[in-house]
């Protein structure tokens, strides 16, 4: 992998971002660890998913590069009115990269995996057709 790959990878990300991700990856809560079974390894489609990758000021839980594709877990948290307001403008700023967010409670997870893995699949494959279909000319 070459540095501008890095740089395109990370988004500018600083050093201290990277400190924080190493940490994160290594205290990954029980529905991380339960839903990174089944992204490791290129498990869907070939892809490769990244845990608790830095972009730019942010670190997300998971994270495809080749289709720009974000996976973000939420707990309990993600429920209080100020939480949602950061979230929904964290999520623009990650969109500004180009980058599609899809997100899933940690209920989720734990109740049925197998339907969590199957969207984020059916996600992937939206995901792959649209950035494979040049634009019309004018767009």
């Known amino acids: 992998m070459s540095i501008s790959d890095q740089v395109t990878m ?11 991700a190493k940490s994160l990856r290594q205290n990954m809560t029980e ?4 839903l990174w079974d089944h ?24 994270y ?11 707990g309990g948290i993600h429920l209080s009115t100020e ?6 403008g964290r999520e623009a700023e990650i969109n500004h990269w180009g980058i599609k967010v899809i997100r899933f409670t940690n ?3 734990a109740a049925d995996i197998n339907k969590v893995v199957l969207t984020i699949n059916e996600f992937c494959t939206k995901r792959i057709k649209e ?9």
């Not at 990370?10 to 924080?20: R, S, T």
């Not at 529905?31 to 339960?34: N, S, V, Y």
């Not at 950035?131 to 767009?139: D, F």
């Open 10 to 20: 990370f988004y500018n990300a600083k050093p201290h971002i990277f400190e924080k």
């Open 31 to 34: 529905a991380e660890l339960k």
């Open 39 to 62: 992204l490791k390894g290129k498990k869907i489609q070939g892809l490769r998913f990244r845990a608790q990758h830095p972009i730019d000021i942010f670190i997300v839980d998971f």
């Open 64 to 74: 495809c590069h080749s289709i720009k594709l974000v996976v973000e877990l939420d």
């Open 83 to 88: 939480q949602k307001e950061y979230d929904i």
């Open 107 to 109: 209920d989720e997870v």
């Open 131 to 139: 950035l494979n279909t040049p634009n019309p000319k004018g767009a």
